[in-house]
């Protein structure tokens, strides 16, 4: 059995620590973000991390990485529109990765980690275009 809906449940359930953790790595390996964005900018990323969430239970629950590619790439027009590169969502989301990765069983942050790879792919592609 595919180890997809059980991770898809745990990352909804470790949503706002997930959040919260991705959240506070983005800042600290970016301190300038804090200058650039302030702290109205903080409670955005923060709020963006719990939709990226959202939007990546789906996929893993389906076993459907192309699903959270399409994500990656409409948020990432919605962030450029506000001035937010592409490489801090792609960023977001290798931490992501990690952080998952210290939370849940091997075979669960493996799914997650499939979906969050193709986002990263989609999006550092599309830097390089």
Do not use: H, I
């Amino acid at each position: 059995m595919s180890a997809g809906p059980a991770a898809a449940v745990a990352l909804l359930d470790l949503k706002e620590v997930v959040a919260r953790s991705v959240t506070g790595l983005l800042y600290a390996e970016m301190p300038w973000m804090v200058e650039k964005y302030g702290e109205r900018g903080r409670l955005k990323c923060l709020q963006d991390m719990r939709y990226n969430l959202e939007y990546l239970a789906p996929a893993v629950e389906l076993d459907d990485p192309a699903m959270f590619a399409r994500y990656a790439t409409w948020c990432d027009g919605v962030l450029r529109s506000r001035g937010v590169p592409t490489d801090e969502l792609a960023r977001s989301f290798e931490l992501m990765e990690s952080d998952v990765a210290a939370r849940l069983p091997p075979e669960q942050a493996q799914a997650v980690a499939g979906c969050l790879r193709a986002g990263v792919q989609v999006l550092r592609a599309a830097g390089e275009g």
